[in-house]
């Protein structure tokens, strides 16, 4: 039988269309109403709020917790301090990516790590073996964790407690909900202003209800995982399982990606300064050297009239609503008489927002440059088709409320 989360009474009842999908062993709602646009613009119009408890969840502690992570992420550890937030990754020796995931510290030496596939018996065998005084606990089933995002994120999360004010963008700190003990962090992977609860199972529903009170004079929408994936390509976040696979189970080195090839290169630019010896650094020290990535991670935004242009010839209306893929979707250098293949999309959306079809891309490096023109091919009535693209620089929609300071009274 699939899990259910601790929040599955309010979700159930908010489902309208009656649709679930499995995450992780979960029943979780694709969507809740009928229209995708409704719960998207609840994300870059008012406020939504999202069920994430499928990822798994874990609470590093110890006299080596600290010197754990720097061995086993990618990404320095002395940069997320206490009551602070990181995105990261962790790698193999050959420097290819097993996972990413989101770490806080959120009191001095108490970590906490979500990732998309449970990964407990990898860091207790890392531990094991350089000997290591740290307890890693699987506490996935002890919290759900709930996703605020939107402008008015902060109108709503406010009015229950005051220790969000001074929450900058990846801040994180431990507060309470109507007597309940929370964590919270300035998080998300919407891309707009937003923050993500951690919440005891227990509390689950009564922290929801809080939420969902507070948030009546602004509009909050429940929102599922496809309204969800339409935003974060906007915000040009990638998706394990889409836009890259865990190293883990690749049978060969095509199947497996590098942070740099990720387009995470800026989770090096102090290397130099860090003598770390994290699993993989004389991988990627050597793909920085020999600049030997294969490919690297772009935006494409779509030609809007090349778009239209083959969907009409075909005597049939462009998709642009509600649109989204996972699919791979295959590239091509423009101005070649035959199809000369380049690269791929892996994900792909039409955004109502930027009025323009977006997708995450994988490039050679000499066509990565912004504003160079490739052919993407759609499938139009089971034909493919190609249209002009551009890269772009990621993110496609980054708000400056997302990073702003907020403070006492603030209307975003």
């Known amino acids: 039988m699939p899990l259910t989360t601790p929040f599955h009474p309010r979700v159930a009842s908010a489902n309208r269309v009656g649709l679930w999908k499995h995450w992780a062993g979960y029943l979780i709602p694709p969507q809740y109403q009928y229209s995708l646009t409704a719960e998207y613009y609840g994300i870059r119009n008012s406020v939504s709020l999202l069920d994430t408890t499928p ?108 220790d969000v004010t001074s929450l ?81 189970f690749a049978w060969v080195d095509a199947q497996c990606e590098t942070p740099l090839e990720l387009g995470w290169s800026w989770m090096f630019r102090t290397l130099e300064d860090d003598d770390r010896a994290f699993i993989g650094r004389a991988a990627i020290e050597a793909e920085l050297r020999d600049k030997s990535s294969r490919w690297t991670t772009v935006g494409l935004a779509v030609d809007w009239h090349e778009y239209e242009r083959v969907y009409s010839a075909a005597g049939v209306l462009p998709p642009r609503h509600e649109v989204y893929s996972e699919s791979t979707m295959s590239i091509y250098r423009r101005g070649t008489k035959e199809w000369d293949y380049a690269g791929y999309a892996s994900s792909f959306t039409s955004s109502s927002l930027l009025r323009t079809p977006l997708a995450i891309a994988k490039l050679p490096l000499d066509l990565a440059k912004p504003g160079t023109e490739v052919d993407l091919e759609v499938t139009v009535i089971r034909r493919p088709e190609n249209v002009l693209a551009r890269v772009e620089r990621m993110p496609f929609f980054n708000p400056t409320r997302k990073t702003a300071a907020m403070d006492e009274g603030a209307a975003v």
């Not at 005084?133 to 995002?149: M, N």
């Not at 507060?175 to 707009?192: A, F, L, M, W």
């Open 55 to 162: 990822l798994f969840k874990y609470r590093i502690t110890g006299r080596d917790a600290a010197r754990f992570l720097a061995r086993v992420l990618a990404r320095d550890i002395d940069g997320c301090p206490p009551g602070r937030a990181q995105y990261t990754c962790w790698c193999n020796e050959g420097g290819f990516v097993l996972q990413d995931g989101v770490i806080l510290q959120v009191t001095e030496g108490e970590y906490w790590l979500t990732a998309a596939d449970p990964t407990l018996r990898y860091f207790r065998v890392v531990a094991r073996d350089m000997g290591a005084e740290v307890d890693i606990e699987d506490v996935s089933r002890a919290f759900g964790i709930l996703a605020l995002q939107g402008p008015h994120a902060y109108d709503v999360i406010r009015q229950l407690t005051d």
């Open 168 to 248: 900058t963008y990846f801040g994180a700190t431990k507060t309470e909900i109507r007597g309940r003990s929370v964590i919270v962090s300035r998080t998300g992977y919407t891309g707009d202003l937003g923050y993500e609860l951690w919440i005891h199972s227990e509390d689950a529903c009564e922290i929801w209800d809080a939420l969902m009170q507070a948030g009546q004079g602004h509009n909050i929408v429940p929102i599922g995982t496809t309204a969800l994936k339409m935003a974060r390509i906007e915000a040009g976040l990638l998706l394990m399982g889409a836009d890259f696979h865990s190293a883990r």
